[in-house]
């Protein structure tokens, strides 16, 4: 049997430095070359390897009867929704990063939201954070309940957080001293990992969903740590008069058409600065792809990836983002 790499799930080999999986000495080392210089120099490794790869990993989870874990970043609900009915089994939706939306933000308010404004297949939602362990002991009890066999799928967009999840639940409910190759980068894991738990419960890793729509796809590594939020997200709302404009640091850019004032308050990274600029005066980002919306009152605006921004009122606005990235509204999530 081939030995897999127990950082990202490829076959360990020493033959071609530029494929997934190579390290020098197979027999002596658990991580590949590429995983052990994220893990232990935080450099990051494209991989070469070919996104209809994951598809088929993908493709084969989908008719299972086992229990999936289907994760979802709470920043990119829409998207990272929108390829959970598509399996044959159980599903527990697992919101990750609920430390990142401001404290009163209220759980049970999510899930109402959720469960009113997508038609789910699913068991039923657990909000968890590995960053600080919470909501764990639940989510084990829920894995539990709605298993149908020893093994359990864990599928997710990337960077929803599947391997920092995997490793806290390998630290606190197993014996093992193995870790998950963690990074904020996509296409960290590039295969299927096998984890057992214990004697009732084996957790299978899977490659992230890719989402090319999404603002961190080619991303570079300053960029990806730069748009990811790590703490609570600081909201920033602006008053806004017809023909004034927002400026998302360099990714993006908002103009507000309406002949009334109007709120605007945007949640997305702390590092990223926003500022109100003169709509005539300043072209900054007009060279962007632009997105036209005439809403009704209580949306949010959402570039994939990148931010949500509510807005009060009803609304006549431009978004100026770079060419591929989703954008669309929806009801306020907050």
Not at 60 to 80: E, N, P, Q, R
Request: glycine share 4%; aromatic share 8%.
């Amino acid at each position: 049997m081939n030995k897999k790499c127990m950082g990202c799930g490829s076959v360990m080999q020493d033959k071609d430095p530029l494929k997934e999986g190579y390290t020098i000495n197979i027999l002596d080392n658990t991580l590949c070359q590429r995983c052990f210089k994220i893990k232990y120099y935080g450099t990051y490794l494209k991989s070469n390897k070919e996104t209809s790869s994951y598809d088929e990993i993908f493709n084969g989870i989908k008719d299972k009867k086992d229990l999936i874990l289907y994760l979802c970043d709470i920043f990119t609900l829409d998207d990272s929704l929108k390829n959970l009915n598509e399996f044959k089994g159980k599903v527990l939706l697992i919101i990750t990063k609920k430390d990142l939306l401001p404290k009163s933000v209220k759980e049970e308010k999510l899930i109402n939201y959720i469960r009113n404004n997508y038609s789910l297949n699913i068991e039923d939602i657990v909000f968890v954070s590995s960053k600080k362990n919470y909501n764990l002991d639940l989510l084990m009890r829920k894995i539990n309940k709605y298993k149908t066999s020893d093994k359990v799928y864990l599928v997710g967009n990337t960077n929803a957080g599947k391997s920092t999840l995997l490793n806290r639940i390998i630290k606190s409910y197993s014996s093992l001293e193995k870790e998950i190759t963690e990074s904020n980068m996509p296409e960290t894991t590039l295969d299927l990992i096998e984890i057992k738990i214990d004697d009732n419960l084996t957790i299978i890793d899977t490659p992230g969903i890719v989402s090319d729509d999404n603002y961190l796809y080619d991303l570079d590594q300053k960029n990806v740590k730069k748009v990811s939020p790590k703490t609570e997200v600081k909201p920033r709302t602006f008053q806004l008069k017809k023909n004034s404009s927002l400026l998302i640091g360099d990714y993006a850019r908002i103009d507000y058409l309406s002949d009334w004032d109007n709120s605007f308050t945007i949640y997305l990274s702390n590092e990223i600065d926003v500022s109100k600029i003169n709509f005539n005066t300043n072209t900054r980002l007009r060279n962007l792809k632009k997105h036209s919306f005439d809403l009704s009152d209580k949306k949010d605006i959402v570039i994939n990836g990148l931010l949500f921004c509510k807005i009060v009122k009803k609304a006549k606005v431009d978004i100026y983002v770079k060419k591929n990235v989703k954008v669309f509204e929806r009801n306020n999530l907050i």
